[in-house]
C-alpha cells in the first residue's frame, strides 16, 4: 500500500501520522508501516550534495535548485519503496508531503507530478486543522515570523486540499480529508481496511446543543460507531473551540462557507450520513447536510427522539428511527463492516 498524506504547516500532519504509527504498534503489531517525510529528506539531500542551505531558507531557493533536489528526493523515494516492498508484502509506506507552500505570498510546488505518477500511489489524504490553532502553532515557529495570518494560512489548506485532491482524480485513486482532531483508527481502517469498513458521515446539531449530558451522548454514539468497526468523519472535530474577537468579518464570512463546503467533501467521501439529534432543536447545517447525502447516493439513516414528526423529517432518509439503541440494533444486523471483512476474504 502506497499512501500519500499531505497537509499544510501547522497542521499536525507528522503527529497525526506519528500517531498512526504508535497505533499501529501497539494494537497491529504484526502489520508494518514506513513513514518517509520529503521536507526532512530534502534537507538531508541538501546537506549530503554538500549545499550550505540554512533551513529557514530553503523556500528563497531559486525554482531551478528546489526543483533539482525535489526530483533527486523522488528518485529516492522510489527506490526506497520498492526496496521495502521487496522485503515486506504487508507493509503501508507514508509519504507524508506538503502538495503546495505559500511563501512571501506566493504559491509553491511541494512536489514532483512527474515523479508521483511514477509512484503511483493507492490512496491519498490530507490532513487538515482549525486554522486557529494552525496559527499558534506557526506563531511558535520563528521560521514563519512575520509570513503567518489565517486568511492566508485558510486559502493555503484550502489550495493543499484541492491539489491533493484533483492528483487523486487525475490517478483515479481515493481521496480523503481527515480533521487532525479525528482518532488514529481513522487514518488506520482507511489505510488498511478501506475496501470493507462503511465510512460514515455522523451530522448533529453543533450550534444549539448547550447541555454537556446531550453533547456526551454524540461523543458515545461516535464512538460506538468506531467500536462496531465504522470509519467516522466527526465535523465537531473542526469546530471552532477558541474564537479571537481580533478576527476581521472577511476571515469569518470565509470560514462559514469553508464550514459548509468542508463537510459536504465530508459527505462525498463516505457511504453513509447518519443524522442524530439527542434533543429536538433547530439546525440548519443537519437539514442541508440529510438533504446532501439523500441526493448524492449515500445511505441516510436519522435518529428522531419523537414518535411525530414532521415528513420532511423522514423523506430524506433511508431509515428513521427513535432511539440510538434501535439504530444500533440496525446497523448491526445491516452493516457490521466485519461481515463484510468476511466476504472479502
Known amino acids: 500500500m502506497r499512501v500519500i498524506v499531505s497537509g499544510i504547516s501547522g497542521s499536525g500532519r507528522s503527529d497525526a501520522v506519528a500517531d498512526l504509527k504508535e497505533y499501529i504498534s501497539k494494537n497491529y503489531p504484526e502489520k508494518k508501516i514506513i513513514i518517509m517525510t520529503t521536507n526532512r529528506m530534502m534537507w538531508e539531500t541538501a546537506k549530503e550534495l554538500g549545499m550550505d542551505v540554512k533551513r529557514e531558507k530553503m523556500l528563497d531557493l531559486s525554482p531551478p535548485t528546489l526543483q533539482a533536489l525535489r526530483s533527486t528526493v523522488f528518485e529516492r523515494i522510489i527506490r526506497e519503496v520498492e526496496e521495502y516492498e521487496e522485503k515486506e508484502k504487508n507493509v503501508a509506506i507514508i509519504i507524508s508531503t506538503h502538495a503546495t507552500f505559500r511563501w512571501r ?93 462503511e465510512k460514515v458521515y455522523l451530522s448533529y446539531p453543533m450550534t444549539h446543543i448547550k447541555d454537556d449530558e446531550k453533547k456526551k451522548e454524540i461523543e458515545d454514539l461516535a464512538e460506538e460507531l468506531r467500536k462496531l468497526g465504522f470509519v467516522v468523519f466527526d465535523p465537531g472535530t473542526m469546530e471552532l473551540e477558541k474564537i479571537h474577537i481580533d478576527i476581521p468579518e472577511d476571515i469569518r464570512i470565509y470560514d462559514f462557507y469553508q464550514t459548509v463546503y468542508r463537510d459536504f467533501q465530508l459527505i462525498d467521501q463516505g457511504t453513509m450520513v447518519i443524522i442524530f439529534y439527542p434533543e429536538i432543536v433547530h439546525s440548519s447545517g443537519v437539514v442541508n447536510e440529510q438533504a446532501y447525502g439523500f441526493r448524492n447516493n449515500k445511505y441516510v439513516f436519522a435518529v428522531f427522539p419523537a414518535e ?26 445491516e452493516f457490521i463492516p466485519s461481515r463484510r471483512l468476511k466476504e472479502l476474504d
Open 105 to 197: 505570498e506566493h504559491l509553491m510546488q511541494g512536489w514532483d507530478f512527474f515523479y508521483l505518477t511514477k509512484l503511483k500511489p493507492d490512496i491519498f489524504l490530507t490532513i487538515i486543522n482549525v486554522i486557529n490553532d494552525i496559527y499558534e502553532t506557526l506563531e511558535a515557529n520563528p521560521l514563519w515570523d512575520g509570513m503567518n495570518n489565517r486568511y492566508q494560512l485558510g486559502i493555503w489548506q484550502e489550495e493543499e486540499a484541492f491539489t491533493t485532491k484533483l492528483m487523486a482524480e487525475i490517478m483515479k485513486k481515493p481521496f480523503y480529508l481527515i480533521a487532525r482532531r479525528q482518532p488514529p483508527t481513522t487514518l488506520y481502517k482507511l489505510i488498511f481496511e478501506h475496501e470493507a469498513s
Open 308 to 333: 411525530n414528526y414532521s415528513p420532511f423529517t423522514s423523506f430524506f432518509a433511508d431509515k428513521t428511527f427513535i432511539s440510538v439503541q434501535d439504530l444500533i440494533a440496525f446497523l448491526k444486523e
